[in-house]
């Protein structure tokens, strides 16, 4: 029996396997259609520097992007910024790249702001923001070179180079937050938010 209520699937505008899981986990019943958008052509044109503005802005262009496709469809966009300061990290675009995003990260502390919208045919119904406090270890060239060794292709695909949910977990000393945030899906506001439109059973 499905606790799913809404008369269509959710629609979930993102290829992240971390969020499907955890949609998927959660019993909502959903069908997945990425957004094709020009991310940091969106960042660049907004002006907007703080780093949950930019998440939120791009979740919300994602699901309405992607909601306007799919007329009458609630869909959810997800987007994630990593920060320590005001320096704003993007995903590495190859092994190089990986290997010097952990060296600015080993020792300290960044953020990961995750932001979640809702839209329905190019409205936002709504949105939300979360942050998490990560502290990294202290790591040589060695246990990078070993750990990259060891996570292949994959740290090209996150920003920071790691996936909490795998290998990267050995790259931390420190976790300070929701864990639906790390994994990029503050999950908790948004079943609040489904709940209330009557769309969960439970």
């Not at 940091?40 to 949950?52: E, V």
């Not at 007329?71 to 910024?81: E, F, I, S």
């Not at 502390?109 to 809702?118: M, N």
Request: hydrophobic share 45%; proline share 3%; glycine share 10%.
């Amino acid at each position: 029996m499905t606790i799913w209520r809404g008369e269509q699937p959710l629609i979930l505008a993102s290829q992240s396997a971390a969020r499907r899981m955890l949609l998927a986990g959660a019993g909502i019943t959903f069908d997945a259609a990425p957004a094709d958008i020009d991310e940091r052509g969106i960042q660049q044109r907004s002006n907007l520097t703080a780093p949950g503005d930019i998440a939120a802005l791009l979740a919300e262009q994602k699901a309405a992007f992607v909601s306007l496709r799919h007329p009458g469809r609630y869909v959810v966009g997800a987007d994630q910024t990593l920060s320590v300061g005001d320096r704003l990290f993007n995903k590495p675009a190859g092994r190089d790249q990986a290997a010097q995003q952990l060296r600015d990260l080993a020792g300290k502390t960044h953020e990961l702001h995750s932001a979640i919208a809702v839209a329905c045919d190019g409205a936002t119904l709504f949105s939300h923001v979360s942050v998490a406090h990560m502290t990294m270890r202290q790591l040589d060239d060695t246990v990078i070179d070993a750990y990259l060794d060891a996570a292949g292709d994959k740290v090209t695909t996150s920003v920071g180079a790691y996936q909490l949910e795998g290998l990267g977990v050995h790259l931390f000393e420190l976790i300070e937050g929701d864990h639906f945030t790390i994994l990029g899906l503050p999950l908790l506001p948004l079943l609040k938010f489904l709940r209330g439109e009557g769309m969960i059973g439970i």
